[in-house]
């Protein structure tokens, strides 16, 4: 079966630079949300989509931004990254049609910034 | 106040025994859903077994079940006959909101050791 879809899976940026992480769920699925995980901490959620609109927006800084395009794929655009944003980001998406569907994770980007 | 609490920051258990994963949750919702997630050291996260706040049995998938109990608002995760793949963090979450609004808060995590 189709899993969420991530890429890259790993990525090295250095201080100040920008970092584009792309998103593609799973078919027919309506919902897709963002996580940032720290080493060693639970996932932080971040922004999530519905149908292509902002449905709900978490811990999110600034200086970070994301959209849902029309073929429903996503993207976090990461700007002046911090050393601080070192950490994994979870991409996952659910169909909310279904009551008992639960988030499918993609395997997640490493983000390391130097 | 934390919406999902996990008091356990890491457990032992031995092989082939059976280990109970505490979880307890915060809402004021009348209809939301609880999930497990298992993270391998490897950073996958899995997701393992779900329960409906109107489901009135316990959940049951293979060896994972849920002690669930609503007026406690506590909905444990039991792993019977441990295996060392069960090594991992698990993670427990919570839904809560309808449709397109919906919101997924994660635990603290507790990280289970099997021992051989």
């Known amino acids: 079966a189709a899993g969420v879809i991530q890429s890259p899976r790993h990525l090295i940026k250095e201080k100040r630079e920008t970092a584009t992480l792309k998103c593609y769920p799973i078919?027919?699925?309506?919902?897709v949300y963002w996580y940032q995980q720290g080493p060693g901490q639970d996932p932080q959620f971040l922004i999530s989509?519905?149908?292509?609109?902002?449905?709900d927006k978490g811990s999110i800084p600034d200086r970070f931004s994301a959209q849902q395009f029309s073929d429903y794929h996503s993207e976090l655009n990461m700007s002046s990254l911090e050393l601080g944003d070192s950490a994994l980001y979870f991409c996952?998406?659910?169909?909310?049609?279904?009551?008992?569907?639960?988030?499918?994770f993609g395997n997640g980007t490493r983000l390391t910034v130097t | 106040a934390q919406k999902i609490t996990q008091t356990q920051p890491g457990m032992f258990v031995q092989e082939k025994e059976a280990v109970t994963l505490d979880c307890t949750y915060d809402?004021?919702?009348?209809?939301?859903?609880l999930f497990w997630y298992k993270q391998p050291s490897s950073g996958e996260m899995i997701f393992l077994i779900y329960?409906?706040?109107?489901?009135?049995q316990n959940a049951t998938e293979g060896r994972y079940s849920l002690n669930f109990q609503k007026a406690r608002k506590s909905t444990n995760l039991v792993i019977s006959a441990s295996q060392l793949g069960d090594s991992a963090m698990y993670f427990c979450?919570?839904?809560?909101?309808?449709?397109?609004?919906?919101?997924?808060?994660f635990g603290t995590g507790t990280k289970l050791q099997v021992i051989p």
């Open positions: 996952a998406s659910s169909y909310t049609g279904q009551g008992r569907s639960p988030l499918h």
């Open positions: 329960q409906g706040s109107y489901d009135e």
């Open positions: 809402t004021s919702d009348q209809s939301y859903g």
């Open positions: 979450a919570m839904r809560e909101g309808s449709g397109g609004y919906q919101k997924v808060t």
């Open positions: 078919p027919r699925h309506d919902t």
């Open positions: 989509f519905y149908e292509k609109m902002q449905s």
